[in-house]
């Protein structure tokens, strides 16, 4: 590596920009070394289209379309949220407060947005589904919801959302598990730490460094017999799994809109009424109250009390039309995803020099992400290369589960990465995305970077960036 003459700008930036990457002078032909894959995507016309499909992007040798493996991170739109999100605009109006024929509407498919999400996570009788910004605003929520005595048992491996918000002298945390059954044991086991009238387990569906499922059914069971409830992170699960909060034995659920194709700014927490009625309104204000005197404030029960404020109702209606879609073609979604998902995986493990990684071991049931670094390469420069040579789009770092990512790349024998690669699959995700990045990956672990690149306070840039990244703003 030699010296980068890039001016650095902080103590931190400086240390970094002495790095910079020896240009390669390998030609193209390595790409062609991974064989073709010998799967094809399912035909689109069974699964749902997305409005990104096709999207041109400029890499460093011309343009491409974009290879999507950021889906864990968030999705983009299906055509048929954005059709509705059309529709609603028309007679978008305010909610619950007008009496226009805009407003009636209005109002009308915001609560028909509540039913087709209850649909969704199968909601049982007398259950709430409160709309909110996102599955962290969920958490939040609920930890707000909590009785005052309530302990809260959390694996460590969780996502900062459902690690973080618990108070700390009320929360038990769980080392992170080696298996699905340490799981089940180490849950057990801390159950036995705490009693009390008040317990709550948070569980995630699927890792969102792995892309693992867990053992949900067990663990709730698990919880259940120790009479406390449950709430599953359902961020990185609804996209790939059917939810049903009685089949799976949880109490509450929480889930992100832009993780499920409907990113406009609007998030979910359902489940059982009665803490969330007791609990002080999250958003205290229009909507929440059922009548304001000089002497005191009567706050509604139900979803209202806790969505003070006017509501965000597109966002609501663009989650609605998203969990119809996927209900009507969870089946097909979820084959396309396993088909391109062992691939990747399968691919990536076969490469030299990559190193894949599993909490539950390797054949552990997936949703389609794949967690790798490769050997002698910063992560962050793996993603740099992957986005600027070959028009493909991965997240690397630590995922906000750094308990999770530390546990998962420390080894006590080898000064080894301490960020990893993610790439995760989704419906804008095809089999020649898939072959794309396998021979991205083979290439740069076999060669390193086609072009020469400097770790600057941004990151690791090309030393030569011809793309144009700041297209004319969309307004
Ligand atoms: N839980 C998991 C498992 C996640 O992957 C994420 C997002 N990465 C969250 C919670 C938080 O979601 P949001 O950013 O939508 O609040």
Not at 53 to 80: C, E, I, K
Not at 453 to 464: A, L
């Amino acid at each position: 590596m030699s010296i980068a003459s890039t001016p650095p700008t902080t103590p931190e930036a400086s240390r970094a920009a002495t790095r910079r990457t020896a240009p390669l002078a390998h030609a193209r032909e390595h790409l062609r070394a991974v064989p073709p894959l010998p799967v094809r995507s399912l035909s689109a016309s069974a699964l749902p289209a997305v409005v990104s499909g096709g999207l041109p992007v400029p890499t460093l040798d011309g343009p491409t379309d974009y290879a999507n493996f950021d889906h864990a991170a968030s999705t983009p739109a299906l055509v048929s949220v954005k059709a509705a999100v059309d529709t609603a605009l028309r007679t978008y109006s305010s909610v619950h407060r007008g009496k226009g024929y805009a407003s009636a509407v209005t109002s009308g498919w915001y609560e028909q947005a509540r039913a087709e999400v209850a649909a969704f996570v199968g909601a049982r009788e007398g259950d709430e589904v409160v709309f909110t910004r996102n599955s962290t605003d969920s958490f939040t929520l609920l930890s707000r919801s909590l009785p005052r005595d309530t302990s809260v048992f959390v694996f460590e491996s969780e996502h900062h959302a459902a690690l973080l918000p618990w108070k700390a002298r009320q929360t038990v945390r769980i080392p992170v598990p080696g298996s699905a059954a340490d799981a089940v044991v180490l849950l057990r086991e801390a159950l036995r730490t705490r009693q009390g009238r008040n317990r709550l387990v948070v569980l995630t569906g699927a890792s969102n460094v792995t892309g693992e499922v867990w053992p949900i059914r067990e663990l709730a069971a698990v919880a259940r017999r120790a009479g406390a409830r449950v709430v599953l992170d359902a961020a990185q699960y609804a996209p790939h799994r059917r939810i049903d909060l009685g089949e799976l034995g949880v109490d509450y659920v929480v889930l992100s809109g832009h993780k499920l194709y409907a990113p406009f700014g609007a998030g979910v927490l359902a489940g059982r009424a009665d803490w969330l009625d007791a609990a002080a309104p999250y958003l205290p204000g229009g909507g929440a109250t059922k009548a304001v005197t000089e002497h005191g404030v009567q706050w509604h029960t139900g979803s209202a009390r806790h969505e003070g404020g006017s509501p965000n109702v597109i966002g609501a209606i663009a989650l609605a039309a998203a969990c119809h879609a996927l209900r009507e073609h969870g089946e097909a979604v979820e084959a396309h995803e396993q088909l391109l998902g062992k691939a990747l995986l399968d691919g990536l493990r076969d490469i030299d020099g990559v190193q894949t990684y599993s909490l539950f071991g390797d054949g552990h049931e997936r949703v389609a992400v794949a967690t790798f670094t490769v050997d002698g390469v910063d992560s962050s420069l793996v993603s740099a290369v992957l986005s600027a040579e070959h028009g493909i789009g991965v997240r690397d770092g630590k995922f906000c589960a750094h308990l999770c990512v530390d546990t998962l790349l420390d080894d006590p024998y080898a000064e080894g990465p301490d960020t990893a690669v993610r790439a995760s699959i989704g419906l804008a995700t095809t089999a020649a995305h898939v072959q794309r990045l396998l021979a991205a990956v083979a290439d740069l672990a076999a060669h390193g970077p086609r072009h020469e690149y400097v770790h600057t306070g941004e990151g690791w840039v090309p030393v030569d960036d011809t793309r144009d990244l700041a297209p004319a703003r969309p307004w």
